[in-house]
């Protein structure tokens, strides 16, 4: 059984960059897709940002050109660095990981198997 880890969350102001790590307990992320969601309170867990078969990155429009994901040499641990946050980038930041996820699915969280337990973000204003 694969176990995701996340760490980095904390509390900062807005304009602040923070930088989350994920890493996967005993095994690489080999291929499928690795992805970053978020969960505001009270709204459904959204798409932040992907990485699919470790050949390109995908971002939600609202994260463009302030975050970027990436994995280390290792592939054992995803990072997401967050820049210029804002208020809204508050909530709870999820890894996941599929080994089989195709394309299409890439911002479905029902289609991915694997999923860290969360780390919170809050960004002051």
């Known amino acids: 059984q694969v176990q995701l880890v996340e760490s980095g969350g904390g509390l900062v102001q807005a304009g602040d960059s923070l930088k989350l790590s994920c890493t996967a307990s005993g095994r690489t992320f080999s291929g499928g897709a690795m992805a970053w969601f978020r969960q505001r309170p009270g709204t459904e867990r959204e798409f932040v940002a992907a990485?699919?078969?470790?050949?390109?990155?995908y971002y939600e429009d609202s994260v463009k050109g302030r975050f970027f994901m990436s994995t280390d040499n290792t592939k054992k641990t995803l990072i997401l660095e967050m820049n210029s946050l804002k208020s809204d980038d508050t909530a709870v930041y999820y890894c996941a990981w599929d080994q089989r996820l195709i394309l299409s699915s890439l911002r479905v969280p029902a289609d991915y198997d694997h999923w860290g337990q969360g780390t919170q973000v809050t960004v002051s204003s």
């Open positions: 990485i699919f078969r470790h050949t390109r990155t």
